[in-house]
């Protein structure tokens, strides 16, 4: 039972590339969320999926968008990335009913020179 | 917005001596709070939690309590061991906000042996 997979583990991109992020999950969960974590300021959500087809906002979503087309699929795309976004990404996953356990995959080290 | 105030941001004990970290939040209607561990290069992973109608939780050497009055939950760990030494994260939630988890800043434990 692999849980939730994050595609790659480590990027580098060069400031104005396009790239994105894929978060797997195996559980069946209906929401999915992407985080960011930076030094000091714990998780900040970017964006969040309630289920196959929907996405909504999060705390800081300028300068990502995202698509969750196949329910056990949430991607994360950078379109011109910059300095501002190196930063450890995770993705995370809950089933829906109540407050559950939130599952999180491995992280994403990206750095944009 | 809701929001959740983590202290210390870092927390240094012997090994075999108790830790406490607390959180508080400012949204009245918050009904769930768990805490994370995250370990080295690793997604957080949920250890404990307490909902709204519970006042204390324990899990072995894990307890958390809860003050609804004050809006403040603790985590208490005894008898420290130096797999104990990680980054710990509260956070709170809600029903009715799609279940969003806002999450406090972090603490990193440290065990000294």
């Known amino acids: 039972n692999a849980g939730v997979t994050q595609t790659p583990k480590f990027r580098v991109l060069k400031t104005g590339q396009s790239m994105t992020l894929l978060c797997a999950q195996d559980?069946?969960?209906?929401?999915m969320y992407w985080y960011r974590q930076d030094p000091g300021m714990g998780l900040r959500l970017i964006h969040y999926s309630v289920g196959e087809g929907t996405t909504a906002k999060g705390e800081v979503p300028d300068g990502y968008n995202v698509s969750r087309l196949k329910k056990q699929n949430f991607l994360l795309g950078l379109e011109s990335a910059a300095p501002s976004q190196t930063s450890v990404y995770f993705c995370?996953?809950?089933?829906?009913?109540?407050?559950?356990?939130?599952?999180f995959g491995q992280g994403t080290r990206l750095t944009v020179v | 917005g809701e929001n959740v105030e983590q202290h210390p941001s870092t927390l240094s004990v012997q090994e075999g001596d108790s830790a406490v970290i607390k959180c508080t939040y400012s949204?009245?209607?918050?009904?769930?709070f768990p805490w994370y561990k995250q370990e080295l290069g690793k997604g957080p992973q949920l250890i404990i939690d307490?909902?709204?109608n519970v006042g204390e939780k324990k899990d072995q050497r894990i307890a958390v309590t809860l003050n609804k009055t004050a809006k403040h939950f603790s985590l208490h760990i005894t008898e420290t061991q130096p797999e104990d030494s990680a980054v710990y994260f509260c956070?709170?939630?809600?029903?009715?906000?799609?279940?969003?988890?806002?999450w406090g800043a972090g603490t990193k434990l440290i065990i000294k042996p």
């Open positions: 995370a996953s809950r089933q829906t009913t109540q407050n559950t356990e939130a599952f």
């Open positions: 956070a709170a939630s809600r029903t009715y906000s799609n279940y969003q988890l806002i």
């Open positions: 949204d009245s209607a918050s009904n769930y």
């Open positions: 559980m069946n969960h209906e929401y």
């Open positions: 307490i909902r709204s």
